[in-house]
């Protein structure tokens, strides 16, 4: 079945910067896109960025264009957000999604994502 496991939260100074990396398995991890998403406490889940399946395209939430960059390495299996320029409103936990059928276009729903990492936790000091 297809797995999921985020890694690299953790604790960041604001300004400070940190780069999550999502491993996957259980099935052929090029022919899907792949999304992160994220829900600080007491709020909903929320998408923030998301590439297709080849990597030639992404697509961010506004609060992180600029800041945050989501790339892949079909080699390794692998999706990382590289996350710069740090605030206090980024920290929540952080999952990484993969969506049930395969498209060569990015994802934003939720709805549209049917397996989930543990998620990691990033928390930003002021």
């Known amino acids: 079945q297809v797995q999921l496991v985020e890694s690299g939260g953790g604790l960041v100074q604001a300004g400070g910067s940190l780069r999550l990396s999502c491993a996957a398995s259980?099935?052929?991890?090029?022919?899907?896109?792949m999304g992160w998403f994220r829900q600080a406490q007491g709020e909903e889940r929320e998408f923030v960025a998301a590439?297709?399946?080849?990597?030639?395209?992404?697509y961010y939430t506004d609060s992180v264009k600029g800041r945050f960059t989501i790339s892949r390495d079909n080699a390794k299996n692998t999706v990382y957000l590289q996350m710069n320029s740090l605030k206090p409103e980024d920290t929540a936990v952080y999952y990484c999604?993969?969506?049930?059928?395969?498209?060569?276009?990015?994802?934003?729903?939720?709805?549209?994502?049917?397996?989930w990492g543990q998620g990691t936790q990033v928390t930003v000091s002021s």
């Open positions: 590439i297709n399946r080849s990597g030639s395209t992404t």
């Open positions: 999604a993969q969506p049930r059928r395969s498209a060569n276009y990015v994802l934003t729903q939720i709805k549209e994502y049917d397996y």
């Open positions: 259980g099935r052929t991890f090029s022919n899907y896109g």
